[in-house]
């Protein structure tokens, strides 16, 4: 087989870029990506796209119509297609068995047996969704027990480590793509077959083939390992924070050893993202049920550790504003859970958002990429909050950062865009109420500048000195 169309279930911030840049490649390969949801195609087809991703854009306009289809048609798509990528949601289950921990298979599921219904040929089925050790397994059991006579199929695990924000980037000068199948002629046809999509621009030595269970597995790993190195830096901040010691000169220390590396060494207000907590509690999960439950504590922490910061940040900055934020107005920077996407999946920015108004304040909210109505969405969730009224009371969202800081008691910055570096932090200070605080959960202020101004400021992993004359005025009837 030859393929020469491809088809991916699910639309999504992973199928989205992919396969525009599987389409970009390969142009001689037709590409439709196709979801149950059609305001999401609709927007793949829109001049707005349905995600923020930079480069991301220019892909879409210069393949779409040519070579690369979004469609909610998931029936022609599936019974053309030589390949399928399956890059559907898996989220953690919230109810029922492994609830809180296990994902939920239920669109892996939903999608195999959509491909099963519907194929009349020869398919090779790829898990691109990030799913526990052996979900291969389930996906051909669904595959064959409904399978028409003369079609085959071909299982294949290629996990995708795209980050958001930088997903153009990632996919096109990948550090490797990941491929596991069966270790059959069959199956090892199908891999060369994957494999050659991918070397349009992948050189072949960073093409690394395995069997499926190291692949499925590898794709947790690699996502509990870089989480863990953000746990631990996170737990060093608070010691820093404890002693005198700098957070960022021991990342720096730390990670100029180069069996350490200084990549994903970022103390910050704690790791958000739609796969660190999830793809961490899968194998948390996976662990349990193979009864090793040290392994299971061990990656447990890492989790643990993170809940810990992001309590441990908001605590603090309820504590300097002399313990009570009630009837307060604190103005929230950055609500995406990184800068360059809009995304806000399990963003440190709710947590922060939720304990401040629960201890009654008012908070002014702006970010430079998130949809007004996707904050409502986030922060008036069952999940979050009891009384949606009294929090959309409490709530306001602005489209600029200048006017979400008038009247403001503190900021708290919650994600690292840019352009929060260069703000005129003098024209803030002036419009804010005083002592006007600053709790910066990225690190990525000048924080000498804002003392200087009259701001009282903090940040995580580094104790900040206020000069004496600012410290004992208290900023209130300061001159500065
Ligand atoms: P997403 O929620 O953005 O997109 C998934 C899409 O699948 C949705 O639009 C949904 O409507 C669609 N869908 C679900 N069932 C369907 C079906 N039966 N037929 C057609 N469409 C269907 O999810 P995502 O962020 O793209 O993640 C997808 C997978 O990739 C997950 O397993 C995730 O863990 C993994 N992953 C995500 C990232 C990331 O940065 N977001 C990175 C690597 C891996
Ligand atoms: C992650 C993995 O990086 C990617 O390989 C995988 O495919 C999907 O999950 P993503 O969640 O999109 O990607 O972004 P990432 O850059 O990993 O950041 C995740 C979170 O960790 C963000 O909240 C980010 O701000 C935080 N982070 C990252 C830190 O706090 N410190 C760091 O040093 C790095």
């Known amino acids: ?50 995600i923020y991703e930079p480069g991301l854009d220019e892909i879409v306009k210069q393949c779409r119509g040519r070579n690369l289809f979004f469609s909610t048609d998931i029936e022609t798509a599936i019974l053309e297609a030589d390949l399928i990528f399956i890059s559907v949601n898996t ?10 921990r296990a994902p939920d298979l239920k669109y892996v599921e939903g999608a195999a047996r959509m491909i099963a219904e519907i194929a009349q040929s020869d398919k090779i089925v790829v898990e691109k969704s990030t799913v526990p ?7 051909l059991k669904i595959l064959s027990a409904n399978q028409k006579p003369g079609v085959s199929y071909q299982i294949l695990s290629n996990p995708e480590f795209l980050a958001e924000g930088t997903a153009i980037n990632d996919l096109i000068n990948a550090d490797r793509v990941l491929i596991g199948g069966e270790e059959s002629p069959k199956g090892k046809a199908a891999i060369e077959e994957l494999c050659g999509i991918y070397e349009h621009w992948i ?22 390992m870089l989480a863990q190195r953000i746990s631990s830096i996170n737990s060093l901040s608070a010691v820093c924070e404890a002693t005198g010691a700098d957070v960022s000169e021991v990342a720096t220390a730390v990670g100029l050893d180069s069996r350490i590396g200084s990549k994903f060494l970022q103390a910050s207000i704690g790791f958000g993202g739609s796969c660190f907590q999830k793809d961490i509690l899968n194998l948390v999960y996976i662990c349990e049920c193979l009864n090793l439950p040290e392994v299971a504590a061990y990656w447990q922490q890492v989790v643990d550790m993170n809940e810990y910061q992001k309590s441990r940040f908001t605590a603090k900055v309820i504590q300097s504003l002399f313990n ?8 929230i920077l950055g609500f995406a859970f990184k800068k360059n996407t809009g995304d806000t999946r399990e963003t440190p920015a709710i947590h922060v958002a939720k304990t401040l108004l629960d201890e009654g304040a008012t908070l002014k909210i702006y970010d430079p990429k998130v949809e007004e109505d996707q904050i409502y969405y986030d922060l008036t969730h069952p999940a979050v909050c009891e009384s949606p009224e009294t929090v959309k009371k409490a709530i306001s969202v602005y489209h600029d950062a200048y006017s979400a800081c008038e009247n403001s ?33 990225r690190k990525i202020l000048d924080h000498q500048t804002l003392i200087d101004i009259g701001f009282h400021v903090q940040t995580i992993g580094k104790t900040l000195q206020r000069p004496l004359l600012t410290r004992f005025c208290g900023g209130n009837t300061c001159m500065h």
């Not at 979801?35 to 195609?41: E, P, T, V």
């Not at 050790?133 to 996906?139: D, F, G, H, N």
């Not at 690292?416 to 709790?439: C, Q, R, S």
């Open 1 to 50: 087989m030859v393929v020469k169309k491809i088809c991916c279930v699910g639309a999504g911030y992973v199928g989205g870029p992919t396969c525009s840049v599987i389409a970009l490649k390969c142009p001689e390969i037709h590409v439709t990506v196709v979801d149950l949801s059609k305001s999401r195609i609709d927007q793949w087809n829109s001049d707005k796209l349905p």
């Open 91 to 100: 989220p953690t289950k919230t109810i029922g068995n492994g609830k809180g």
């Open 133 to 139: 050790v052996r979900a291969a397994e389930s996906i």
């Open 203 to 224: 050189p072949r030595e960073k093409i690394f083939t395995t069997n499926t269970w190291s692949s499925e597995l590898s794709k947790l790993a690699a996502n509990a």
């Open 324 to 331: 009570t934020v009630s009837g307060k107005t604190v103005t």
């Open 409 to 441: 008691h503190a900021i708290v910055l919650c994600t690292e865009w840019d352009e929060f570096k260069t703000l005129d932090y003098h024209k803030i200070y002036h419009v804010m109420m005083k002592p006007a605080y600053v709790f910066d959960g």
